[in-house]
């Protein structure tokens, strides 16, 4: 079975805090990615990161980071410094051997200016 | 820049009545998926292409639901009967096998409203 957990539902944060937003995964697939989408108020989903399970190299991209750790089946995704544009709902998903993306129920963000 | 685009992006129907929606996908892409998703809820995916061959459907896609992907270019999605539990985003995304693998880039959405 495929799944993804987002726990987190709801975090604010004032401007210029970190924050973490946790994702928990479940797959017997050996090959799988893992994928981070940002869901602002207009809709559009927007591709952040895509990780394979072959590498588990943490990624830095300007204030975004990920920390992928295969022990413990977790695909977490800080934001250095938030600012009110990164308030949004963000999606972990997953994609095993299949096609199909399983996605996370979101963790929506609030920055509070 | 001609990214995933979807018509129309809100549909206001009647229950019982049948609608459509249609995705045109990024034009070198030669994967096409659907998905659903309800509020406060990550979407659920429904069906996807690759180019005009239907290659999987969800449990979710009821025999009311219908997609065809005619020429392996746009894809149609139909509700026939609709029902108020039908009422979501319904989300389109492309992709190119090959390179980027599992990249999908979405569209922005038909939000359909069933009274």
């Known amino acids: ?113 | 820049d001609t990214g995933v685009s979807q018509d129309p992006r809100h549909k206001i129907t009647k229950r019982g009545q049948n609608v459509t929606f249609r995705c045109d996908p990024i034009s070198e892409h030669n994967r096409l998926y659907w998905y659903r998703q309800t509020l406060g809820q990550g979407p659920e995916f429904l069906t996807y292409f690759q180019n005009e061959a239907q290659l999987e459907k969800s449990r979710l896609l009821s025999d009311r639901f219908s997609a065809e992907r005619p020429k392996g270019s746009f894809s149609t999605l139909e509700i026939q009967r609709t029902e108020q539990g039908d009422s979501a985003m319904y989300l389109c995304a492309s992709s190119l096998v090959g390179t980027s693998r599992h990249e999908q880039f979405f569209g922005p959405g038909t939000r359909l409203t069933v009274l």
């Open chain 1, 1 to 113: 079975a495929q799944k993804v957990t987002q726990a987190q539902t709801e975090i604010s944060v004032v401007e210029k805090e970190d924050v973490t937003l946790d994702c928990v995964y479940e797959t017997r697939d050996t090959t799988y990615y893992l994928f981070w989408y940002k869901q602002p108020p207009s809709g559009e989903l927007v591709f952040l990161i895509r990780r394979n399970s072959f590498d588990e190299q943490n990624e830095i991209s300007g204030r975004y980071s990920w920390n992928f750790q295969k022990s413990t089946s977790s695909f977490n995704f800080t934001i250095t410094a938030s600012q009110v544009v990164d308030s949004a709902v963000y999606f972990c998903a997953l994609a095993g051997t299949g096609n199909q993306f399983y996605f996370g129920t979101g963790t929506s963000l609030t920055v509070i200016p």
